[in-house]
């Protein structure tokens, strides 16, 4: 799968790689994927997945719908993997307790693979970044873990029923607390690649 990605895949997955194997006990990472649909992002994560666990890296797949999930390696929704509520409030908070089964997944897999996190309201990705926080007891982003999160700013926003223009703005990925992290732009030849050819994968990490 490795040697059938396109150069910007490639390179994508080139730096996820090497920032798992630079990061360190107290450090983690934070990628974003952006491309619209057909550009190949579900067959990058899945080959990242497979090259992850190929090492014996453990990953967690999740997506925000279930017909996205069953298109991920050993994938499944948000909601099922951190055990979130169905009706997600701001101060919504997972159902995973500590020395469960649960949790004892969650902490072992060192990569999350989150597709379609734009249609994510922000408060699920806080409520997920608390939860890894607890169980890895470290207080950085994602605990400490690799997180990659498939995004296309084309899609829709995340629903949120009876919602004005800005109680939609502020449920948006870009509203959340995390979105710093992930808000680096694209390298330059990725960004020239991605206005040329107008369905180029574009990476920020």
Request: proline share 3%; with cysteine; net charge positive.
């Amino acid at each position: 799968m490795y040697e059938t990605l396109n150069e910007a895949q490639r390179l994508a997955v080139d730096k996820i790689l090497g920032a798992y194997y630079r990061r360190s006990a107290t450090t983690g990472s934070c990628f974003f994927i952006d491309g619209s649909g057909g550009t190949g992002k579900i067959y990058l994560y899945n080959t990242l997945c497979h090259l992850f666990k190929g090492k014996c890296v453990s990953v967690l797949t999740v997506a925000w719908t279930g017909i996205a999930a069953n298109l991920l390696t050993e994938g499944r929704t948000v909601n099922s993997r951190f055990k979130l509520p169905v009706s997600l409030l701001e101060t919504s908070t997972s159902n995973i307790r500590p020395n469960t089964k649960e949790a004892d997944t969650i902490g072992k897999a060192d990569v999350v693979i989150w597709d379609e996190t734009l249609m994510t309201p922000s408060y699920a990705l806080k409520a997920v970044d608390i939860l890894l926080r607890d169980i890895m007891n470290i207080n950085i982003p994602f605990g400490g873990k690799v997180g990659v999160l498939g995004v296309d700013f084309r899609q829709v926003l995340s629903v949120v029923r009876f919602a004005n223009r800005s109680q939609l703005v502020s449920a948006s990925l870009k509203s959340s607390e995390l979105w710093p992290y992930f808000k680096n732009h694209p390298p330059k030849q990725e960004h020239e690649n991605r206005t040329k050819r107008g369905g180029i994968l574009g990476m920020a990490y």
